[in-house]
Nanobody, 121 residues
Framework: QVQLVESGGGLVQAGGSLRLSCVAS????????MGWYRQAPGKQRELVAT???????NYADSVKDRFTISRDNAKNTLYLEMNSLKPEDTAVYYC???????????????WGQGTQVTVSS
């Protein structure tokens, strides 16, 4: 079992910045892919950014060039640096860990409890 604890959310004005952190209960060196997802009121959860075990990154078009995902294996922590925030970035942000294992291979997903990000106009 993997526990993920997010922090760093809050209220910020448009154009501002926030850094989200996600601390894992296990070493993240072996976690195949980690990511940030978000869910706004009345909408489905959507991918924000992911980073693989080889540090390959992927971003939603809506956050490219504004958000940066990174992982610190020594601290078992995933980060999301968010700049130039917009009101439409308002959502609950969730940390995800995906571990690929087993025979046949399967992906086990773990989620944090979420952290609220509110961007005022």
């Amino acid at each position: 079992q993997v526990q993920l604890v997010e922090s760093g959310g809050g209220l910020v004005q448009a154009g501002g910045s926030l850094r989200l952190s996600c601390v894992a209960s296990i070493s993240i060196r072996g976690i195949n892919v980690m990511g940030w997802y978000r869910q706004a009121p009345g909408k489905q959860r959507e991918l924000v950014a992911t980073i693989t075990i080889t540090s390959s990154t992927n971003y939603a078009d809506s956050v490219k060039d504004r958000f940066t995902i990174s992982r610190d294996n020594a601290k078992n922590t995933l980060y999301l640096e968010m700049n130039s925030l917009k009101p439409e970035d308002t959502a609950v942000y969730y940390c995800n860990a995906g571990i690929i294992r087993g025979i046949p291979l399967r992906r086990d997903d773990y989620w944090g409890q979420g952290t609220q990000v509110t961007v005022s106009s």
